[in-house]
């Protein structure tokens, strides 16, 4: 099992930055593959980035790509995404997801979801 939780949400302005984190726990989670997915009331989970087990590999949607920035630090088991010039479009809440594969950009191919962390992209 790995158990995840993400932090670092809130409410930011237009063009404005956040850095969401995702603290895992559990057996090894160095091993695993971790994504970023966000959603809004009514849509699907929609895929935002992945970071390899080794950190030397990424995977962004074309929507947040040159903007979000995901990274890792397997010793703190912690991944982190640098979200800069924020959209209102970017409004949602962001999900972390771990699995051993790479790299899943679907819902279903994740075992392991956090709760969740709101994110407010407004004036």
């Known amino acids: 099992q790995v158990h995840l939780v993400e932090s670092g949400g809130g409410l930011v302005q237009p063009g404005g930055s956040l850095r969401l984190s995702c603290a895992a726990s559990?057996?090894?989670?160095?091993?695993?593959?971790v994504a970023w997915f966000r959603q809004t009331p009514g849509q699907e989970r929609e895929f935002v980035a992945a970071i390899k087990w080794s950190g030397d590999r990424t995977y962004y949607s074309d929507s947040v790509k040159g903007r979000f920035t995901i990274s890792r630090d397997n010793a703190k088991n912690t991944v982190y995404v640098q979200m800069n010039s924020l959209k209102p479009e970017d409004t949602a809440v962001y999900y972390c997801a771990a699995d051993v594969i790479w790299v899943g950009l679907r819902r279903s191919m994740y075992d392991y979801w956090g709760q969740g962390t709101q994110v407010t992209v407004s004036s």
């Open positions: 559990g057996r090894a989670f160095s091993n695993y593959t």
